[in-house]
T-cell receptor, first 116, second 116 residues
């Protein structure tokens, strides 16, 4: 299995631009999580989906952030407009048995976003 | 609300020495506990997890952790570290009562620096 795939791996953009981060979960996994990692705040859960449905988006910082999961094999995290404080590493993770005893979240390699 | 506290932000240690990375959690219900490792420029990888049963859990790369319910701790240990263990380590808790969402709450991370 290729694991969780994220693209792009690095993104540099200017303040005010729209940014779209992409994630392909492991095939057969039905839950997907978006995290943000910064030095100041550590690893924060932004939103997670179960069976393509957003379950909890309480971690999304503000309306500039939006996430979609149109099908079981693809999710996007969009920031519009982007700001310098959005600079961080964004991780996507997936799991097949959320909450069950076999639950393990598998993380992608992350997207390093720099907003100038 | 649940929380995870990793008591040390950085732990320097010499190669072949033992190490302990400390983790305490707070929760009003039973939990699952995890340790993840993040190597430079990579995503998180599961080291080990406690679900139930034996309080001593063995993971990959020679790591083990002990669940102590009375002290609400889940410290990670390795008897002899290698240079390749240099990484950031995250403790996480998953709430058994979270409706099977698998949502994880992460600690701030501990950077293990193994010196030759």
């Amino acid at each position: 299995d290729a694991g969780v795939i994220q693209s792009p791996r690095h993104e540099v953009t200017e303040m005010g631009q729209e940014v779209t981060l992409r994630c392909k979960p492991i095939s057969g996994h039905n839950s997907l999580f978006w995290y943000r990692q910064t030095m100041m705040r550590g690893l924060e859960l932004l939103i997670y989906f179960n069976n393509n449905v957003p379950i909890d988006d309480s971690g999304m910082p503000e309306d500039r952030f939006s996430a979609k999961m149109p099908n079981a094999s693809f999710s996007t995290l969009k920031i519009q407009p982007s700001e310098p404080r959005d600079s961080a590493v964004y991780f996507c993770a997936s799991t097949s048995h959320p909450g069950a005893s076999t639950d393990t979240q598998y993380f992608g390699p992350g997207t390093r976003l720099t907003v100038l | 609300a649940q929380s995870v506290t990793q008591l040390d932000s950085q732990v320097p240690v010499f190669e072949e020495a033992p190490v302990e990375l400390r983790c305490n959690y707070s929760s009003s219900v039973s939990v699952y506990l995890f340790w993840y490792v993040q190597y430079p420029n990579q995503g998180l990888q599961l080291l080990l997890k406690y679900l139930s049963g034996s309080t001593l859990v063995k993971g990959i790369n020679g790591f083990e952790a002990e669940f102590n319910k009375s002290q609400t701790s889940f410290h990670l240990r390795k008897p002899s570290v290698h240079i390749s263990d240099t990484a950031e380590y995250f403790c996480a808790v998953s709430d058994e009562g979270s409706g099977n969402t698998g949502k994880l709450i992460f600690g701030q991370g501990t950077t293990l620096q193994v010196k030759p």
